[in-house]
């Protein structure tokens, strides 16, 4: 049984540009959430994905957005980055229904300068 | 809205020590779960525990154990014997059920506690 894996590792942009995020989720697992993560806080609930749809937001700005695949996958992107922007994004997959807990990637870290 | 207050922001103990990590949480839901979990310097969220709201019975799982108590909304985790292999910052959270069909709807997480076990 394979975890959720996130690319790119690290990734440094320039403010303004647009950046693509991915996730694989785990085997078995249909439901896909993006956290953010600033420094020396807790993950910020982005948006979450289940039959590839939107089921949920957090209070993130329209140019944060995301898409999910057939085989569950998903990916996270943000136009017009800011500063701010810089963060460690946490990717979580998990089964609909079953109440279990989520499963974390060990995330992208976006530094934008 | 739901909201989740981990006071502690750093705790340093001595290996062998017992630490307990405190959450505090709000919700105006019946229907919920709340969680710990691990996050060394690696990045990665390592699940430990969820609980829900129906079950107020505390648990113990090695060295670790966990207290809920729903009249004082608070949901504390005690390592018995620390280990330096347990410094990492630990995040409390707490999740809303959804029954429009998804999954857990989303995790509100405390600030966390950045806990430092020396030897």
């Known amino acids: 049984e394979t975890g959720v894996t996130q690319s790119p590792t690290h990734l440094i942009k320039t403010r303004g540009q647009q950046v693509t995020l991915r996730c694989s989720s785990q085997?078995?697992?249909?439901?896909v959430s993006w956290y953010q993560q600033a420094l020396g806080q807790g993950p910020q609930f982005i948006f979450q994905y289940y039959r590839e749809e939107e089921n949920g937001r957090g209070n993130f700005p329209p140019r944060f957005s995301g898409l999910q695949f057939p085989n569950y996958s998903s990916e996270l992107n943000v136009n017009a980055l800011e500063l701010d922007d810089s963060a460690l994004y946490l990717c979580?997959?998990?089964?609909?229904?079953?109440?279990?807990?989520?499963?974390f990637g060990s995330g992208t870290r976006l530094t934008v300068v | 809205a739901q909201k989740v207050t981990q006071a502690q922001t750093e705790i340093s103990v001595v290996e062998k020590e017992d630490v307990t990590l405190d959450c505090v949480y709000e919700t105006r839901d019946t229907t919920y779960y709340l969680f710990w979990y691990k996050q060394p310097p690696s990045g990665e969220l390592v699940f430990l525990i969820r609980r829900n709201s129906f079950d107020e019975q505390n648990e113990i799982s090695g060295r670790y154990s966990w207290n809920f108590q729903k009249s004082t909304s608070s949901f504390n985790f005690t390592i018995t014997a620390s280990q330096v292999v347990d410094s990492a910052v630990y995040f409390c959270?707490?999740?809303?059920?959804?029954?429009?069909?998804?999954?857990?709807?989303?995790?509100?997480f405390g600030k966390g506690t950045l806990l430092t076990v020396n030897p």
């Open positions: 979580a997959s998990s089964l609909t229904g079953t109440g279990h807990g989520y499963t």
């Open positions: 959270a707490l999740s809303e059920l959804n029954n429009s069909g998804g999954s857990n709807y989303k995790l509100t």
């Open positions: 085997s078995g697992h249909n439901t």
